[in-house]
């Protein structure tokens, strides 16, 4: 029904910088919040940024100033852009999505696929 496809991951040197996108595709009435989580190996799942609808955002404290999100509502889409980076950026980033379909109507929470981030020091 409804996905959220992810690209953007890769390889960079510290101090580089990486721009994750977003893209959410069904039978979507509202996307409410979107937002980026992250899970470093042996670790646990971790909020990175979201963003509301509104334009409201989130940040980790660890990524203020780093990194900023933004998203297109007519698009469905929202970009991660990633600066300064530091090899304890290194994770698998999920895109999330906090919204109402169509069909019937009901909320779902949906999570992508993951992008590999890889920051060499």
């Known amino acids: 029904q409804v996905q959220l496809v992810e690209s953007g991951g890769g390889l960079v040197q510290a101090g580089g910088s990486l721009r994750l996108s977003c893209a959410a595709s069904?039978?979507?009435?509202?996307?409410?919040?979107m937002g980026w989580y992250r899970q470093a190996p042996g670790k646990q799942r971790e909020l990175v940024a979201a963003?509301?609808?509104?334009?409201?955002?989130n940040y980790a404290d660890s990524v203020k100033g780093r990194f900023t999100i933004s998203r297109d509502n007519a698009k469905n889409t929202n970009l991660l852009q990633m600066s300064s980076l530091k090899p304890e950026d290194t994770a698998v980033y999920y895109c999330?999505?906090?919204?109402?379909?169509?069909?019937?109507?009901?909320?779902?929470?949906?999570w992508g696929q993951g992008t590999l981030v890889t920051v060499s020091s």
């Open positions: 999330h999505a906090d919204l109402v379909v169509t069909t019937p109507v009901r909320k779902l929470e949906v």
């Open positions: 963003i509301t609808s509104g334009g409201s955002t």
């Open positions: 069904g039978n979507i009435f509202v996307i409410n919040n």
